[in-house]
């Protein structure tokens, strides 16, 4: 049976076919209703629940819903159930999303702290070999992040990630024990193959549980996870190193070791703590009651119409191709990467080769500019759901990001203190721009197959950005390291054009549906968030 909810104009009652309505109530009062008869979807079964005027009829704040079992969910004040609700959502999927997000950058976290070590001799990892090992992980990666995408909703949340992070895991432990180059190599493309489905599922999966103007704060959050861990897992791995020796390992393996029960230990956790898609949340472990799902379900069906996902075939997921968007999303991602793969992977060098610190305090070092991140990636986030901006925001980042690197690579810029806090400048703005051009896409497309293999693909070409990315900074260039400094720049020159472009087209086609109600995303009365 469908959901239906009853609209209230003081002299009748009529049944509309949405989810959520707006009673109007004297004297100017609003609540908000939600009255699911049944919902039925693919995956789940439906609530019961029936429309009571209590006393005082329709001309009261006496509106009430039943559930099959005697719940009463009558609410005048919705934003008060909405933000119980979110904050549910808040402590259970923000918290092990941003937990796992960071075990995404594990390994870049490893691989860039030990790069500083013996690794490089004892694997004789010389020339370009450590750039090739960085380019099969991210190759790995790419090839199957569209499939591993689209298994977290036909496998489900709870299972598929706790799946894959265990054999994250497993495979990070065992590079512990590498001997040469080549079987370092070869471990790496597994890892890449665990952990592809990590980043573009989480991104997906927080994007059906969040209205459009809620998405930027919780992709910061992810973001702000993942950046704790680079800056923590530094220092950390500055400890393990000293380890060296002990048990007949180098501190290179103990990292390895110890990382890989610590990304063990969070896989088998997962399975309890992950929670499910709205329209299952009431599986999940000691979640939301089977009312509360719906609810939330309609919130997100209220807000653009595509909370039940179709059932599924190939050509759902074909079609989405032919849409340029997916083209512009992906192409800002691999502009985005291109900065993200020579700080994250690279820092350490370049603060050893390039400003000349020893071992220990380039691991070290490389710690501060990703706690700094954190703060503007959260505020600008903040300001960008609470005004609605995404474009602009965008646009701030990247000239942020522009000055971080005229500082870090100018020829008059050579001072060490001004060259670090170019890096501070730089690494704050690219994380900001991850969580802003998440909320940027995800605001921006609609459908559940659409969301999975738009979220696919952008992050794949965020990794063939990282395979550019891996390239560019060039130990023979040390220390001003030309190459990567004015391609960052570059890149993020095309990000300014690319969202500029975007933002006009998306102000037009807005105009034309107030105008003439022209249907966008294929949703009657949806607008463009830019």
Not at 15 to 32: E, G, M, V, W
Not at 417 to 440: D, E, K, Q
């Amino acid at each position: 049976m469908p959901a239906a909810a009853w609209e209230c104009d003081f002299s009748q009652l009529s049944c509309c076919d949405s989810h959520t309505q707006l009673f109007s109530l004297p004297p100017k009062r609003t609540i908000r209703f939600y009255l699911w008869m049944g919902l039925q979807s693919p995956s789940s079964g439906g609530a019961t629940l029936t429309e009571r005027p209590v006393e005082g009829g329709c001309g009261g704040d006496n509106i009430a819903a039943v559930a099959a079992g005697g719940e009463m969910i009558n609410r005048e004040d919705t934003d008060g159930l909405e933000r119980k609700l979110r904050l549910k959502v808040d402590i259970r999927l923000c918290t092990i999303a941003g937990i796992l997000c960071s075990l995404n950058l594990l390994d870049s976290v490893i691989i860039s702290s030990a790069s500083v070590t013996s690794m490089m001799t004892d694997l004789s990892l010389e020339g370009n070999r450590y750039s090739v090992a960085i380019f099969i992980f991210t190759i790995a990666s790419v090839i199957f992040q569209l499939p591993s995408t689209v298994a977290v909703r036909l496998v489900g949340p709870r299972r598929w990630f706790s799946l894959i992070t265990i054999c994250f895991g497993v495979i990070t432990l065992c590079t512990t024990f590498v001997e040469n180059w080549r079987q370092m190599i070869v471990v790496r493309f597994f890892l890449g193959m665990s952990v592809s489905g990590m980043y573009p599922g989480l991104t997906y999966l927080i994007s059906t549980w969040y209205t459009r103007e809620e998405q930027q704060l919780r992709f910061a959050f992810l973001q702000a996870g993942e950046v704790s861990l680079l800056a923590s897992g530094n220092i950390m791995n500055y400890g393990l190193n000293l380890l060296g020796g002990r048990s007949g390992l180098e501190g290179w393996r103990w990292m390895f070791l110890v990382n890989g029960l610590i990304t063990i230990f969070f896989g088998i956790i997962t399975y309890w703590w992950m929670i499910d898609f709205p329209e299952n949340a009431h599986h999940s472990f000691r979640f939301f009651t089977k009312t509360e799902s719906d609810i939330a379900t309609g919130r997100i069906h209220n807000d653009r119409k595509d909370a039940i996902p179709e059932p599924f075939s190939i050509s759902k997921i074909l079609v989405h191709f032919l849409d340029f968007k997916l083209y512009g999303f992906s192409c800002l991602f691999f502009l985005l990467n291109l900065v993200a793969t020579s700080l994250s992977y690279f820092l350490p060098i370049i603060l050893q080769g390039g400003m000349g610190f020893d071992t220990d305090k380039s691991i070290l070092l490389s710690a501060p500019p990703y706690y700094y991140a954190i703060i503007p990636v959260l505020l600008t986030s903040l300001l960008g759901d609470k005004l609605r901006l995404r474009g602009p925001l965008i646009v701030f980042n990247s000239l942020s990001l522009i000055a971080g690197f005229l500082m870090l690579g100018l020829p008059a810029s050579q001072q060490v203190t001004v060259r670090y806090i170019g890096i501070f400048l730089a690494t704050g703005a690219y994380v900001s721009n991850w969580a802003a051009l998440n909320a940027y896409q995800a605001n921006n497309i609609v459908g559940q197959w659409k969301r999975a293999t738009v979220a696919a693909s952008v992050t794949a070409c965020n990794g063939l950005g990282g395979i550019a990315g891996s390239f560019i900074v060039k130990s023979s260039e040390a220390p001003t390291y030309e190459t990567a400094v004015w391609v960052s720049i570059g890149s993020h020159i095309l990000i300014l054009v690319i969202v500029i472009m975007f933002s006009v087209y998306f102000h037009v086609m807005n105009r034309q549906q107030r105008a003439s109600g022209k249907i966008i995303e294929g949703v009657d009365g949806f607008h463009y968030t830019y």
